[in-house]
T-cell receptor, first 115, second 112 residues
Framework: EPEVTQTPSHQVTQMGQEVILRCVPI?????FYWYRQILGQKVEFLVS????????KSEIFDDQFSVERPDGSNFTLKIRSTKLEDSAMYFC?????????????FGPGTRLTVL | GENVEQHPSTLSVQEGDSAVIKCTYS??????FPWYKQELGKGPQLIID?????GEKKDQRIAVTLNKTAKHFSLHITETQPEDSAVYFC???????????FGGGTRVLVKP
């Protein structure tokens, strides 16, 4: 069964450093998302992406964040200058359709720890 | 603001008993209601969803009911088993677009 994959599974970084989290969405999907989950809290939407541009973003997704689809398979989230409060699980998701009826499939997540 | 509320936050049941989790949502235009199961160290996995044109959907031991008038939907797990122990999240697309807003999660513990 096709699945969303993410690398690395765990990333430790120093405050102020840049990190890039990588995702490979399901191959025939066209819509991509990043969510995050701070330990013990709910899953929060960050950004959605379609046709090489951002479709929606939350207030969490400020100028320190960017997304990119550098090739036909990868979808990345970059945090330019990490802060302690960026420590969280980051989940990538993909869907085949923009319809709000559509299932979003989640990857296993990357645990980001900012020291 | 747009929100999804989920109750209870924790639920402990005896193996074989039923578990019920309830969510309310604020946007009457929401039309899709998925439930995700998250096991320790893993991403959310879709277990069942319901569209706004039906009131109930069942898949083996799992069922979801939707009351659009009252803006709430519930997950029912019957004949619970230890492997049902996990955190369950409801979600809904609120406001325009299809970004999902998640409930706060319910930690379900099934005691053998």
């Amino acid at each position: 069964e096709p699945e969303v994959t993410q690398t690395p599974s765990h990333q430790v970084t120093q405050m102020g450093q840049e990190v890039i989290l990588r995702c490979v969405p399901i191959s025939n999907h066209l819509y991509f998302y990043w969510y995050r989950q701070i330990l013990g809290q709910k899953v929060e939407f960050l950004v959605s992406f379609y046709n090489n541009e951002i479709s929606e973003k939350s207030e969490i997704f400020d100028d320190q964040f960017s997304v990119e689809r550098p090739d036909g398979s990868n979808f990345t989230l970059k945090i330019r200058s990490t802060k302690l409060e960026d420590s969280a699980m980051y989940f990538c998701a993909s869907s085949s359709d923009w319809s709000s009826y559509n299932e979003q499939f989640f990857g296993p997540g990357t645990r980001l720890t900012v020291l | 603001g747009e929100n999804v509320e989920q109750h209870p936050s924790t639920l402990s049941v005896q193996e074989g008993d039923s578990a019920v989790i309830k969510c309310t949502y604020s946007d009457s235009a929401s039309n899709y209601f998925p439930w995700y199961k998250q096991e320790l160290g893993k991403g959310p996995q879709l277990i069942i969803d319901i569209r706004s044109n039906v009131g109930e959907k069942k898949d083996q031991r799992i069922a979801v009911t939707l009351n659009k008038t009252a803006k709430h939907f519930s997950l029912h797990i019957t004949e619970t088993q230890p492997e049902d122990s996990a955190v369950y999240f409801c979600a809904a697309p609120l406001a325009a677009g299809n970004k999902l807003t998640f409930g706060g999660g319910t930690r379900v513990l099934v005691k053998p």
